[in-house]
């Protein structure tokens, strides 16, 4: 089979399409045919050695959707979708035409969902799960969620919504305003970040209790606009891991901060919640993800270049010939 493999990491010149032996499942797996893999910035991330902890030689990849081809007869031909802190680092991951993966660690994809869409949603809506159902949200409460653009930002406008909050969206340019719009949301134009506190109130006069920031460059001027009691969410951090706020303003407000890592959880407590979001999608209470952008996996070199250079907005599913 086709499958993206590195054997060293720091460049992703590491990187190259090879034709490997398919893989056999052990005892308790079964072997998926992907018919589509997402790619996330952490999969780029982790070719430039960005994770210590991951053995090598590995083909790259978390999420994907496919038909169980091998295993136990009961589950052959059923249409699953996965993800995992596991894949891609200690074991092989998505980004191959086939893929070994624990029985327990899929989830019945949801039929209203294409391969392509249902691949799509592993890392971010697990992700914006975790950092809406840590942080305590409520049927009623204001929630910020800053860099709505991403993929991990609109799951958390999704989910918050679902979640019965409050949703507005910050995000960078004028058009990703007008595409909020458009899908029902209010959204704010990020721009100075001591405006960031005058903005949110305009919607929530007595601040956002909750503020998730995707980005993590706007950890400091966050505090501002928050609630009493309110709390901040973020997954990401500025160069060097390091951010300043305010902590005399922060523990006044009673306000607190969670760290989100979405590589806490294996590919079995990733199954449970990818079952509830099914749920939900068949039910009509999340509405389907957008069509991410489709490329083939023989491409896949190439495409990792390109998200290294320029993260933009687009959600990436790798897709067989």
């Not at 327990?104 to 209203?112: E, F, N, R, V, W």
């Not at 749920?279 to 491409?299: H, K, M, V, Y």
Request: with cysteine.
């Amino acid at each position: 089979m086709k499958a993206l493999r590195f054997d060293h990491t720091g460049s992703l010149d590491a990187l190259s399409l090879q034709t490997i032996a398919p893989p056999r499942p052990q005892p308790g797996e079964v072997v998926v045919e992907v018919c589509a893999a997402g790619l996330n910035p952490s999969d780029v991330k982790n070719v430039l050695g960005r994770f210590p902890y991951t053995t090598l030689p590995r083909t790259p990849g978390r999420d994907f959707a496919g038909v169980v081809i091998d295993g136990p007869a009961e589950m052959i031909g059923e249409e699953v979708w996965g993800t995992g802190k596991e894949f891609g680092f200690v074991r092989d991951g998505s980004h191959a035409e086939r893929i070994a993966v624990p029985q327990d660690g899929i989830a019945p994809k949801p039929s209203l969902l294409t391969f392509a869409q249902a691949a799509s949603c592993g890392v971010p809506y697990t992700t914006a799960w975790d950092a809406l159902e840590r942080s305590g949200i409520s049927p009623g409460e204001g929630l910020l969620v800053i860099g709505a653009a991403g993929a991990v930002g609109r799951a958390a406008m999704a989910l918050g919504r679902w979640c019965g909050a409050q949703v507005i969206g910050a995000v960078r340019r004028p058009a990703q305003v007008e595409q909020l719009t458009a899908e029902g949301f209010e959204a704010i134009l990020l721009g100075e970040s001591e405006d960031l506190s005058t903005a949110v109130r305009r919607y929530y006069p007595a601040g956002a209790d909750l503020i998730f920031d995707t980005t993590g460059a706007w950890l400091g001027p966050s505090v501002a606009a928050l609630a009493e009691f309110g709390r901040i969410a973020t997954i990401a951090a500025p160069p060097g891991g390091v951010s300043e706020l305010p902590l005399l303003d922060l523990y006044r407000r009673g306000g607190s901060i969670i760290g989100i890592n979405s590589l806490l959880y294996d590919s079995r407590a990733c199954a449970a919640m990818l079952d509830r979001f099914s749920i939900a999608f068949a039910t009509g209470l999340l509405p389907p993800p957008p069509p991410p952008q489709e490329r083939l996996l023989s491409e896949a070199v190439k495409v990792y270049r390109e998200l290294a250079g320029d993260a933009g907005s687009h959600k990436i599913v790798f897709v067989p010939a």
